[in-house]
Protein backbone atom coordinates (compact mmCIF):
# COMPACT_ATOMS: atom_id res chain seq x y z
CA UNK A 1 0.00 0.00 0.00
CA UNK A 2 1.03 3.36 -1.06
CA UNK A 3 1.30 5.90 1.96
CA UNK A 4 -0.27 8.95 -0.15
CA UNK A 5 0.37 11.90 2.15
CA UNK A 6 3.82 11.15 3.23
CA UNK A 7 5.44 11.56 -0.30
CA UNK A 8 9.23 12.92 -1.20
CA UNK A 9 8.75 15.40 -3.96
CA UNK A 10 10.62 12.82 -5.88
CA UNK A 11 8.20 10.28 -5.01
CA UNK A 12 5.42 12.25 -5.66
CA UNK A 13 6.89 13.24 -9.32
CA UNK A 14 7.24 9.92 -10.40
CA UNK A 15 4.41 8.69 -9.23
CA UNK A 16 2.35 11.17 -10.71
CA UNK A 17 3.44 10.15 -14.31
CA UNK A 18 3.57 7.04 -13.52
CA UNK A 19 -0.21 7.15 -12.58
CA UNK A 20 -0.95 9.31 -15.79
CA UNK A 21 0.73 6.74 -17.67
CA UNK A 22 -1.26 3.65 -16.34
CA UNK A 23 -4.57 5.18 -16.98
CA UNK A 24 -3.37 7.19 -20.72
CA UNK A 25 -0.88 4.30 -22.33
CA UNK A 26 2.01 6.05 -23.73
CA UNK A 27 2.51 6.69 -27.51
CA UNK A 28 5.64 8.14 -30.01
CA UNK A 29 3.64 9.18 -32.60
CA UNK A 30 0.30 10.77 -33.01
CA UNK A 31 -3.39 9.78 -32.94
CA UNK A 32 -6.61 10.40 -32.73
CA UNK A 33 -7.85 10.62 -29.50
CA UNK A 34 -11.57 9.44 -30.87
CA UNK A 35 -13.17 12.84 -30.78
CA UNK A 36 -10.55 14.23 -33.04
CA UNK A 37 -7.97 16.07 -31.34
CA UNK A 38 -4.50 15.28 -32.48
CA UNK A 39 -2.43 13.47 -29.31
CA UNK A 40 1.04 12.00 -28.33
CA UNK A 41 2.73 11.14 -25.54
CA UNK A 42 0.35 10.60 -22.22
CA UNK A 43 -2.21 12.51 -23.80
CA UNK A 44 -1.10 15.53 -25.05
CA UNK A 45 -3.51 17.63 -27.24
CA UNK A 46 -1.47 19.07 -29.83
CA UNK A 47 -3.52 21.85 -30.55
CA UNK A 48 -2.83 23.60 -27.37
CA UNK A 49 0.23 25.62 -28.63
CA UNK A 50 1.94 25.61 -25.20
CA UNK A 51 1.56 21.56 -25.65
CA UNK A 52 3.00 21.46 -29.04
CA UNK A 53 6.03 24.21 -28.24
CA UNK A 54 6.84 21.61 -24.95
CA UNK A 55 6.45 18.72 -27.11
CA UNK A 56 8.65 20.21 -29.80
CA UNK A 57 11.27 21.48 -27.33
CA UNK A 58 11.66 18.50 -25.31
CA UNK A 59 10.48 15.56 -27.76
CA UNK A 60 12.46 16.68 -30.71
CA UNK A 61 15.06 18.76 -29.53
CA UNK A 62 14.02 21.72 -31.31
CA UNK A 63 16.26 24.85 -29.48
CA UNK A 64 15.03 28.90 -28.85
CA UNK A 65 16.53 29.96 -32.10
CA UNK A 66 13.99 27.32 -34.40
CA UNK A 67 11.21 27.29 -32.17
CA UNK A 68 9.31 30.10 -33.68
CA UNK A 69 9.60 28.64 -37.03
CA UNK A 70 8.75 25.11 -36.04
CA UNK A 71 5.69 26.41 -34.33
CA UNK A 72 4.48 28.16 -37.45
CA UNK A 73 5.07 24.96 -39.32
CA UNK A 74 3.55 22.88 -37.42
CA UNK A 75 0.80 25.51 -36.21
CA UNK A 76 -0.08 25.01 -39.72
CA UNK A 77 -0.54 21.25 -39.37
CA UNK A 78 -2.82 21.41 -36.35
CA UNK A 79 -5.01 23.70 -38.44
CA UNK A 80 -4.82 21.43 -41.55
CA UNK A 81 -5.74 18.48 -39.18
CA UNK A 82 -8.62 20.83 -37.60
CA UNK A 83 -9.72 21.37 -41.00
CA UNK A 84 -9.71 17.48 -42.04
CA UNK A 85 -11.31 16.69 -39.32
CA UNK A 86 -14.27 19.29 -39.59
CA UNK A 87 -15.02 17.97 -43.02
CA UNK A 88 -15.08 14.35 -42.28
CA UNK A 89 -17.39 14.99 -39.29
CA UNK A 90 -20.06 16.71 -41.75
CA UNK A 91 -19.60 14.18 -44.34
CA UNK A 92 -20.25 11.72 -41.61
CA UNK A 93 -16.98 9.49 -42.87
CA UNK A 94 -14.80 10.54 -39.80
CA UNK A 95 -13.63 7.48 -38.01
CA UNK A 96 -10.58 7.72 -35.20
CA UNK A 97 -8.62 5.46 -37.13
CA UNK A 98 -8.58 6.84 -40.34
CA UNK A 99 -8.13 10.29 -38.78
CA UNK A 100 -4.99 8.90 -37.34
CA UNK A 101 -3.72 7.95 -40.28
CA UNK A 102 -4.18 11.23 -42.26
CA UNK A 103 -3.32 13.09 -38.76
CA UNK A 104 0.16 11.40 -38.93
CA UNK A 105 1.05 11.92 -42.81
CA UNK A 106 -0.31 15.82 -42.22
CA UNK A 107 2.16 16.30 -39.39
CA UNK A 108 4.76 14.58 -41.21
CA UNK A 109 4.74 16.33 -44.47
CA UNK A 110 5.03 19.54 -42.51
CA UNK A 111 7.95 18.44 -40.05
CA UNK A 112 9.97 17.38 -43.60
CA UNK A 113 9.10 20.66 -44.66
CA UNK A 114 10.51 22.22 -41.29
CA UNK A 115 13.34 19.89 -41.21
CA UNK A 116 14.18 20.30 -45.24
CA UNK A 117 14.90 16.54 -44.85
CA UNK A 118 12.50 14.19 -47.01
CA UNK A 119 12.87 11.11 -44.52
CA UNK A 120 12.18 12.68 -41.17
CA UNK A 121 9.49 11.77 -39.14
CA UNK A 122 7.24 13.03 -36.24
CA UNK A 123 8.09 10.10 -34.05
CA UNK A 124 9.63 10.27 -30.34
CA UNK A 125 12.72 8.23 -30.24
CA UNK A 126 15.17 7.48 -27.80
CA UNK A 127 18.49 9.88 -28.25
CA UNK A 128 21.71 8.10 -28.84
CA UNK A 129 23.55 8.11 -25.72
CA UNK A 130 21.02 10.31 -24.30
CA UNK A 131 17.11 10.51 -23.38
CA UNK A 132 14.72 8.33 -23.49
CA UNK A 133 11.64 8.32 -24.94
CA UNK A 134 10.18 7.91 -21.74
CA UNK A 135 12.43 10.82 -20.51
CA UNK A 136 11.31 13.03 -22.87
CA UNK A 137 7.72 12.19 -22.37
CA UNK A 138 8.22 12.57 -18.33
CA UNK A 139 9.76 15.83 -19.41
CA UNK A 140 6.93 17.26 -22.08
CA UNK A 141 4.48 16.21 -18.72
CA UNK A 142 6.21 18.37 -16.20
CA UNK A 143 6.30 21.40 -18.51
CA UNK A 144 2.65 21.17 -18.98
CA UNK A 145 1.39 20.32 -15.09
CA UNK A 146 4.24 23.11 -14.27
CA UNK A 147 3.48 26.08 -16.90
CA UNK A 148 2.38 29.29 -15.49
CA UNK A 149 1.46 32.80 -16.51
CA UNK A 150 -1.28 33.13 -19.20
CA UNK A 151 -1.76 28.93 -19.35
CA UNK A 152 -1.14 27.93 -16.46
CA UNK A 153 -0.66 24.14 -15.82
CA UNK A 154 -2.87 21.65 -14.11
CA UNK A 155 -0.99 21.45 -11.01
CA UNK A 156 -0.31 25.15 -11.04
CA UNK A 157 -3.95 25.43 -11.11
CA UNK A 158 -4.46 22.97 -8.16
CA UNK A 159 -2.07 24.85 -6.02
CA UNK A 160 -3.59 28.08 -5.97
CA UNK A 161 -6.74 26.82 -5.60
CA UNK A 162 -6.17 25.19 -2.54
CA UNK A 163 -3.74 28.05 -1.58
CA UNK A 164 -7.21 30.27 -1.64
CA UNK A 165 -8.64 27.75 0.49
CA UNK A 166 -5.73 27.61 3.05
CA UNK A 167 -4.45 24.69 2.15
CA UNK A 168 -0.48 24.83 1.65
CA UNK A 169 1.24 21.56 2.51
CA UNK A 170 0.27 20.42 -0.93
CA UNK A 171 2.43 17.53 -1.48
CA UNK A 172 2.32 16.31 1.85
CA UNK A 173 -1.39 16.68 1.78
CA UNK A 174 -4.35 13.57 0.69
CA UNK A 175 -6.22 16.15 -0.59
CA UNK A 176 -3.52 17.16 -3.48
CA UNK A 177 -2.73 13.62 -3.82
CA UNK A 178 -6.65 13.36 -4.37
CA UNK A 179 -7.12 16.18 -6.98
CA UNK A 180 -3.82 14.80 -9.08
CA UNK A 181 -5.89 11.92 -9.74
CA UNK A 182 -4.47 11.38 -13.44
CA UNK A 183 -8.79 10.67 -14.32
CA UNK A 184 -9.24 14.98 -13.82
CA UNK A 185 -5.78 15.92 -15.49
CA UNK A 186 -8.50 17.29 -18.89
CA UNK A 187 -11.32 18.69 -16.68
CA UNK A 188 -10.44 22.28 -15.44
CA UNK A 189 -13.17 23.67 -16.99
CA UNK A 190 -15.68 21.81 -14.23
CA UNK A 191 -13.41 22.05 -11.10
CA UNK A 192 -14.74 24.08 -8.73
CA UNK A 193 -14.03 23.89 -5.29
CA UNK A 194 -17.08 23.97 -2.62
CA UNK A 195 -16.62 23.72 1.51
CA UNK A 196 -18.63 23.20 3.71
CA UNK A 197 -19.93 20.81 6.64
CA UNK A 198 -20.03 17.57 5.07
CA UNK A 199 -16.81 18.20 2.93
CA UNK A 200 -14.49 19.64 4.99
CA UNK A 201 -10.73 20.56 3.72
CA UNK A 202 -9.20 19.92 6.92
CA UNK A 203 -10.31 16.04 6.96
CA UNK A 204 -7.98 13.44 8.19
CA UNK A 205 -10.03 10.68 6.12
CA UNK A 206 -8.88 10.78 2.61
CA UNK A 207 -11.63 8.79 1.53
CA UNK A 208 -13.67 12.52 2.00
CA UNK A 209 -11.72 14.38 0.06
CA UNK A 210 -12.67 13.94 -3.92
CA UNK A 211 -13.68 15.74 -6.94
CA UNK A 212 -17.10 14.79 -8.68
CA UNK A 213 -16.11 17.45 -12.17
CA UNK A 214 -18.81 16.04 -14.19
CA UNK A 215 -22.01 15.46 -12.29
CA UNK A 216 -25.38 17.10 -13.54
CA UNK A 217 -25.29 19.90 -10.54
CA UNK A 218 -21.70 20.52 -12.03
CA UNK A 219 -20.30 20.56 -8.27
CA UNK A 220 -17.09 19.86 -7.75
CA UNK A 221 -16.27 18.48 -4.21
CA UNK A 222 -13.25 18.41 -2.43
Not at 25 to 44: A, H, M, N, Q, R
Not at 83 to 112: C, F, P
Not at 168 to 179: E, G, P, Q, Y
Request: net charge negative.
Amino acid sequence: MIKLHGLSDAEYIRLRYEFIKLFEGSTTKVYDDGIGLPTIGIGFNLQLEENLEALLKEGFGVNSINMGAALIEMNQAISDIETYVQIAKANGTYTASSSTIEMRKILTDHWRTFKSDPNAEFTLTDTLNGATVDDKIANVFDIILNATGANPGYETIISQKMANVGVNKRRDSHIFCALTHPLLTFKLPQLRFVQDNDYDFSSTNPYRCRIDSVLPHNKSLC
